[in-house]
């Protein structure tokens, strides 16, 4: 668990250096209440934004779980039900070339790794954290195992399409998962962790904390890692502190979690639920 901080987070004003502002440790999250539980108003009229191909729009990535060439650890392989393209909410994909904008500067783009998923894919996923959950665990049992894997990946054993409390958020075509590319050579910038590490390393916060780790490549981590998640937040993602690099907007998981940076935002209901492909 993230400890709170001692001070209001100081939200850096939108034509600041990001980088020198810290992310703020969760405030106020309310663990034992599942995101899940968060109301979503599905007659507004921004849940039926449609599903559109990201990478077609303009925006930088590579489907991650649909990788053949086993650089995509720590699977190494593609996984069941992942799809060659990266679909988001249409509203998602036009915040994402704003954050683009905000991040041009520095000679950064954002570099796409997930958007919508499949149920089968979030299947792949979950069975492999279980697994990793046997492996690490001193008494594995099942409750045990089901315990350790909720901080990493929703179960999606019972999704049900009328049922809110089954949803998970990238079903919604509302969650992405990110990080930052150099514009002029393509590479991706330092994070200081691997995309879905389960370990404390992957947590948003990991290298604010007082006693963490120091050095050159600490710093370089912590700097870009704010970069990435000021921008998101001022096109009014929200991240989830888990994972540095998953950020929501309009599921239950944003409502959640968008106010952790600053309370004093009123309480939001979403308007995303679940949404299937434009040829399903």
């Not at 489907?63 to 069941?80: K, Q």
């Not at 249409?90 to 704003?98: F, G, N, Q, S, Y």
Request: charged letters at 25%; aromatic letters at 12%.
């Amino acid at each position: 668990m993230q400890s709170a901080p001692t001070s209001p987070a100081i939200i850096p004003p939108s034509d600041s250096d990001f980088r020198d502002y810290p992310i703020p440790a969760a405030i106020a999250r309310p663990d034992e209440v599942s995101y899940r539980h968060y109301p979503v108003n599905q007659s507004l009229p921004e849940s039926r934004d449609p599903l559109v191909d990201a990478l077609a729009s303009g925006l930088a990535g590579r489907s991650f779980y649909a990788r053949t060439d086993g650089l995509n650890a720590p699977y190494h392989r593609a996984l069941d039900g992942s799809l060659p393209n990266i679909w988001l909410r249409r509203t998602l994909v036009e915040k994402l070339h704003r954050v683009n904008d905000r991040v041009r500067p520095y000679g950064l783009e954002v570099f796409l790794l997930d958007g919508y998923r499949t149920i089968a894919c979030q299947m792949d996923i979950y069975n492999y954290f279980i697994e990793i959950a046997r492996a690490v665990l001193p008494d594995p049992t099942p409750e045990a195992c089901r315990e350790y894997v909720k901080d990493y990946i929703g179960w999606p054993g019972d999704f049900d399409p009328a049922n809110p409390l089954t949803w998970i958020s990238h079903k919604t075509g509302a969650a992405v998962d990110l990080t930052l590319r150099e514009i002029a050579s393509g590479e991706h910038v330092y994070m200081g962790g691997i995309f879905d590490d389960p370990s404390s390393v992957s947590t948003t916060c990991f290298f604010e904390q007082s006693n963490g780790p120091a050095g050159a490549s600490a710093n370089e981590a912590r700097r870009n890692r704010r970069l990435l998640f000021w921008a998101m937040w001022h096109e009014e993602f929200a991240n989830l502190p888990e994972e540095w690099w998953h950020f929501d907007y309009g599921d239950q998981l944003w409502a959640k979690n968008r106010r952790f940076v600053d309370p004093a935002l009123p309480i939001v209901t979403a308007w995303y639920g679940p949404v299937s492909l434009p040829d399903e």
